[in-house]
């Protein structure tokens, strides 16, 4: 259930692009420099000034670098300008914008969300709000596309932008003015009480912020009477190095080895647990999953080394290789390769890539396949697994090298939330808009999130009627995937309405109230 509640909040892609990233050294990025002259190089001057049709050398050259790049190891790879500046702005903790979620629904942009602090929500923009003009031009209704929304709604900061709005259940616009300024992107999904002196914090990426945020939500978790802590690695595809282990040193004891480097050009580099760590001796527990990654599997290896957490679910994706970006002069970028990591233990968990890249992308399906999601004597009998050096944790605990970080508690896969209608509906946003255009009136007899959660629940009438309204866009829907994902769905809409109006906690709350590994994890630490 939360692997597709994951898919659906998150996107797939995202989350691929976040193990792209892999781990960027953030204090080593290096400016723009030149080519070498070599063979690519004469060869795309040969092309630009002889060949019988007209080319985009720069396109050309950045599918040749990046063929390169692929044929060393599937994280060394080329990003063009657009995709390196939402790469790094995703990690670099936010952008110059206004400060909103939408969603395109009946070609007019509608407002899902509003970032506290940010400049919409000073300028009284409201969730459900109607964007139908911008600077005085028609907006609603030209064929409108994620790319021209930001492109119109990105600026320059303190630049300003004037649009036209209408309020659900107005007739009359209203015009807003809106000075673009910094919006912050907290690398945290939800934190909340979980349980009885139990926290909970989900972390979606390791970004610059990543330990500012995690302290804040810490310190408002012990506030709360919070004694115990679940961390929530699952789909986080990782992020910068030096965020893992300023992550790592709020759980560890000064001195304590968080992970070292390697490489060929690269010396051993050792980092180590600071002393100005928040939650030293909490019991903690650690969920991941086959979308853990990178910097999320340095964190959980350094806890487990140590007995310091027990980590709940699945064999993390297995990527422990360290990237350093270098940029060019356009805004493009090369992410390198440079060294691999090791836990404190010793232990390497880059799985192999042997067999060439499209295997190793294929991997995480092997998986499933094979069973191993469902099946922890699946993954025990697997050779690779068998074959894997062993090393051990500070307790004596036997731990292994190669293929990720291997769960304390096994938590299998739960797929009854993961049909292809789940999909089908997610990618077609259709949880979201039946939630603005049907279920307003329902939200509208909730003044708090924590009565809604707990009283409210999606009678069978309104799954009918979700159902009949999603059949307008999915024309064909198989009568077995409906009856299987019935309660699936029913949990999803009430997460969306929840999130709608009440933000991401109000809707990790939903999801986690069926969460099977959450659960477990509670009773581990409990």
């Known amino acids: 259930m939360k692997r597709a509640a994951s898919i659906i909040f ?19 990025i290096r400016p723009g ?17 002889d060949y019988v049709d007209s080319v985009n050398t720069d396109s050309l050259e950045g599918v040749a670098v990046n063929n390169l790049l692929q044929n060393l190891d599937p994280h060394s790879l080329y990003l063009p300008p657009q995709q390196a500046e939402s790469v790094n702005e995703r990690l670099d903790g936010g952008f110059d914008g206004i400060g909103i979620e939408y969603q ?39 064929h409108l596309s994620s790319g021209a929304v930001n492109k119109v709604f990105r600026g320059d900061k303190d630049s300003l ?34 349980a009885p002196a139990v926290g909970y914090i989900k972390i979606s990426k390791f970004a610059s912020t990543t330990d500012i945020d995690f302290r804040k939500a810490l310190n408002g978790l012990q506030a709360n009477g919070m004694k115990k802590l679940v961390l929530d690695l699952r789909g986080n ?17 000064k001195g304590k080895l968080i992970v070292y480097t390697r490489g060929i050009h690269e010396p051993r580099t050792d980092y180590f647990a600071s002393d100005s760590g928040l939650f030293h001796n909490g019991k903690l527990a650690v969920l991941i999953d086959e979308y853990s990654a990178s910097a999320s599997e340095i964190l959980a290896g350094a806890l487990q080394d140590f007995d310091r957490a027990i980590i709940v679910g699945r064999r993390s994706f297995g990527k422990g290789l360290v990237q350093q970006q270098f ?21 390497s968990i880059q799985k192999s890539y042997r067999d060439g890249i499209e295997s190793y992308r294929n991997e995480v399906s092997e998986r499933m396949h094979k069973g191993e ?5 699946n993954y025990l009998a697997d050779s690779a697994f068998k074959r894997a050096k062993t090393f051990h944790t500070a307790a004596g605990r036997k731990v292994y090298s190669g293929g990720g970080i291997m769960p304390d ?73 409906i009856k299987a994902s019935k309660e699936s769905i029913k949990l999803i809409l009430k997460a969306f309405a929840a999130r709608y109006k009440w933000g991401d906690n109000a809707y990790f709350e939903v999801l986690n109230s069926s969460d099977n590994t959450l659960r477990k994890a509670i009773a581990a630490i409990n």
């Open 104 to 142: 395109l629904l009946r070609d007019t942009l509608v407002i899902t969300q509003v970032y506290d602090g940010g400049p919409a929500m000073r300028s009284g923009i409201n969730i459900g709000d109607r964007v139908i003009a911008v600077d005085g031009k028609k907006f609603s209704g030209t």
């Open 373 to 377: 999601l469902f099946s922890e004597e």
């Open 409 to 481: 508690v096994f938590v299998p896969a739960d797929t009854t939330g993961n049909t292809q209608l789940i999909q089908e509906l997610s990618d077609r946003q259709l949880f979201n808009a039946y939630v603005i255009d049907r279920m307003q009136p329902v939200l509208a007899g909730f003044k708090t999130d924590e009565n809604f959660i707990k009283s409210f629940s999606l009678g069978n009438d309104e799954f009918d009627n979700f159902i009949l309204y999603a059949s307008s866009t999915v024309k064909e829907m198989d009568s077995n995937e």
């Open 327 to 347: 940029g060019f002069n356009d805004g493009s970028a090369v992410n390198l390769t440079v060294a691999r990591y090791y836990t404190p233990s010793g232990r």
């Open 10 to 28: 998150r996107s797939f892609i995202v989350l691929l692009i976040g193990i792209a990233i892999g781990l960027f050294l953030a204090d080593r």
């Open 237 to 253: 595809g990782g992020g910068y190095l030096n965020s893992a282990t300023a992550l790592a040193s709020e759980f560890l004891e």
């Open 161 to 194: 932008i004037a649009l036209s709005i209408l309020a659900p259940g107005e007739k009359d616009q209203r015009i807003v003015k809106i000075k673009r300024g910094h919006v912050d992107l907290s690398s945290l999904d939800a934190s909340y009480m979980v």
């Open 33 to 49: 420099f030149s080519h070498s002259g070599g063979k690519i190089s004469k060869v795309l001057q040969l092309v630009h000034h």
